[in-house]
């Protein structure tokens, strides 16, 4: 698989002041480094660590979060 997600340690965080830096393309060419494919998503209870608990002891869990009001200003 060619694209994908990779791990923290194939791509780290370098921002770090708000500064935006663009793909990394050799990471994404590159065969040696392992990609991860969402294959699917499900909206999990909220403020519920049990449902969260039992989908990591299933695999991997991907994140995401609405930024609004404040926290859409946070850098």
């Known amino acids: 698989m060619k694209v994908g997600l ?10 770090k002041n708000g500064h935006s830096f663009p793909c990394r393309q050799e990471i994404v060419d590159n065969p040696k480094i392992k990609k991860y494919k969402i294959d699917g998503f499900r909206t999990l209870p909220k403020e519920n660590c049990q449902a969260i608990q039992v989908e990591l002891s299933k695999g991997n869990v991907v994140a995401a979060m609405i930024a609004g009001g404040e926290l859409s200003l946070y850098t």
């Open 6 to 15: 990779v791990e923290q340690d194939s791509y780290p965080y370098r921002s």
